[in-house]
């Protein structure tokens, strides 16, 4: 497998060693004797022990002894199990020696090495497509190249790959067969006429036949990506009937009812993200009792923030309701929001959250119970008709807006802001994320005048200077009390799914919001309204990644919104 190069370990440490360099070199030409000899010879350097074995199975290869080549490959994957090349010769060793399945097996491991410690998704559905060639009922190759797939972008693909996993699986299991075929059914006319699924060979499974809930899970989120919500809660449900504790499913499930506004069992599934080793926010560990519901008469407790800065001014209003049951509130949430949530709500003590989870709590008495914020729609019984929980319930800080109305005047313009670029870190960024350069047939519309309210990874300081129209204003953004005082001065404030969305959304501020083709459950499938935030309209991709007809939306929008009524 040429590509595999790129993992020349080998060559790598013999550019450091000329003894090994000169070992190879007589392999190369041929002096099988004098080079066996010669990586021998070398076998007293620890460093160079991984990369003698497995020049020595390539000699045994060579010299037609696999089985000899296959012990010695396997030898390389114990000393370096992270290094691909041990893997690929290893299956070669095996196909020599007529153990075909075993072969196949060792490339499945190459193409999950390939995908899950280097990131190679390219490699790894080469490897798979390889198996697929050779031995298309190969159940393992077929659900890990679905799922690969599926986060490459390739949602078509991977949902035909990830059926004919099903069906494979059903052949052994007439459950899943029922499942698979009812899928099948549903999705006629949504895959190509000549698709896997449809022409795989008849005979049993081949591999390891395991883990259909994860087939299942793969084909849910993938099927989401289609729009197909009815089809993707199928198969979590289907993947929670067959494996009841597997919490990614429960998870899953949670994201497409909450989508849907079916916030009573929604809310109950979302609780399973602590049971999901893959979150990825570790849970708040304190040594006080966890709150689930119990009377909070006379009693102290702390809301702990969790997830991101939005979610946390998107349900700070529910910590408010505790205030009416308990003695005193505490609310941790991050850094950036402290003197913004402390200023509007004034009946918690608000404190910062320490980087770790063990950090201990800044609170002079010790609370009774301790519950995450995310856990408060469950545990207070949040339903849909609830929203909006609250209207306009940030607010600048006494005086700030004053100090920003000199940056930001009024009058002459309509005075828009703009956020284009999210969190780097957050796994969905590159689908709400859009480019900066997109953004130029807004600054063209006449009567506007530009606020970037970007910070982070997003900016791009060149290309904004390049823009005469658009002031930035982010780098004087310390925290989320700054950005409310700026938010305050304008009349609009256009964003992709970002915090910024919530804080404007919060204060009752106008805002237009630019959601990919699939956006976050909390957005639902509304096309124009959210119910969180009257104020907020959405501006939704009719294609993934296609963001040019959003901006054309939007820009007829503010250009109406610009001009003023006569």
């Known amino acids: 497998m040429k590509s595999l190069h790129a993992f020349d370990v080998v ?31 070398l076998m007293d350097q620890p460093r160079l022990i991984m990369p003698c074995l497995n020049q020595l199975g390539l000699i045994a290869l060579n010299r037609h002894e696999p089985a000899r080549a296959a012990e010695l490959f396997r030898a390389t994957i114990a ?6 090349v041990g893997y690929w010769n290893l299956s070669t060793a095996l196909d020599q020696s007529g153990r075909g399945a075993e072969a196949i097996a060792t490339q499945v491991s190459l193409a999950c090495l390939l995908d899950l410690t280097h990131g190679r998704l390219d490699l790894a559905i080469e490897v798979y497509e390889g198996i697929l060639r050779r031995d298309p009922c190969n159940y393992a190759a077929q659900a890990n190249l679905g799922t690969v797939m599926a986060r490459s972008g390739q949602v078509l693909h991977a949902i035909d790959h990830l059926l004919s996993a099903l069906l494979l699986f059903g052949r052994l299991f007439p459950r899943v067969l029922s499942y698979g075929e009812r899928l099948m059914a549903r999705l006629d006319g949504l895959l190509p006429p000549a698709a896997v699924a449809r022409a795989l060979p008849p005979g049993r499974p081949n591999g390891a036949i395991e883990r259909i809930e994860y087939v299942f899970t793969s084909l849910g989120k993938a099927l989401g990506e289609l729009c197909r919500p009815e089809e993707s809660e199928l198969c979590q449900r289907w993947a929670v009937s067959l494996a009841p504790g597997y919490a990614l499913a429960h998870w899953n499930l949670a994201l497409v009812l909450l989508a849907r506004g079916e916030f009573d069992e929604g809310w109950r599934e979302y609780e399973w993200r602590w049971h999901w080793p893959e979150f990825p926010e570790p849970r708040r560990l304190l040594p006080v009792a966890d709150w689930r519901g119990e009377s909070l008469e006379g009693k102290r407790i702390v809301v702990l923030a969790e997830q991101g800065l939005g979610d946390v001014m998107q349900f700070i209003p529910l910590a408010q309701r505790l205030t009416r049951q308990a003695a005193s509130v505490v609310v941790e949430v991050p850094q950036p929001l402290v003197r913004l949530i402390a200023n509007a709500f004034p009946e918690f003590q608000v404190t910062a959250r320490p980087d770790s989870p063990l950090g201990p709590l800044a609170v002079n008495a010790a609370p009774d119970y301790a519950v995450p914020m995310m856990s408060l729609p469950c545990l207070l019984g949040l339903q849909a008709d609830d929203l909006p929980l609250a209207t306009d319930y940030l607010t600048p800080l006494p005086g700030a807006e004053t100090v920003w109305r000199a940056r930001i005047p009024a009058g002459g313009a309509f005075n828009v802001g703009v956020v284009w670029a999210g969190r780097p870190a957050y796994q969905e960024d590159s689908k709400r994320s859009l480019p900066f350069s997109l953004l130029q047939i807004l600054f063209e519309i006449p009567g506007t005048r530009w606020y970037s309210l970007q910070v982070g990874a997003g900016r791009d300081v060149q290309a904004m200077g390049a823009v005469p129209q658009l002031l930035d204003v982010g780098v004087l953004l310390g925290d989320f009390a700054d950005t409310a005082a700026a938010v305050a001065c304008l009349d609009l404030v256009i964003t992709v799914d970002t915090s910024t969305a919530h804080l404007a959304g919060a204060m009752g501020k106008p805002v237009w919001l630019l959601l990919p083709r699939v956006p976050d459950w909390r957005w639902g499938n509304a096309r124009v309204a959210a119910a969180w935030y009257p104020q907020l309209r959405m501006f939704r991709q009719e294609t993934p990644g296609d963001w040019q007809p959003v901006l054309q939306q939007v820009a007829q929008a503010l250009a109406a919104a610009a001009t003023p009524v006569q």
């Open 11 to 41: 060559g790598a440490v013999a550019r450091e060693s000329p003894a090994l360099a000169s070992a190879i070199e007589l392999q190369s030409r041929g002096h099988w004797e004098a080079a066996r000899r010669a990586f021998l010879a």
């Open 79 to 84: 000393l370096a199990p992270q290094e691909p």
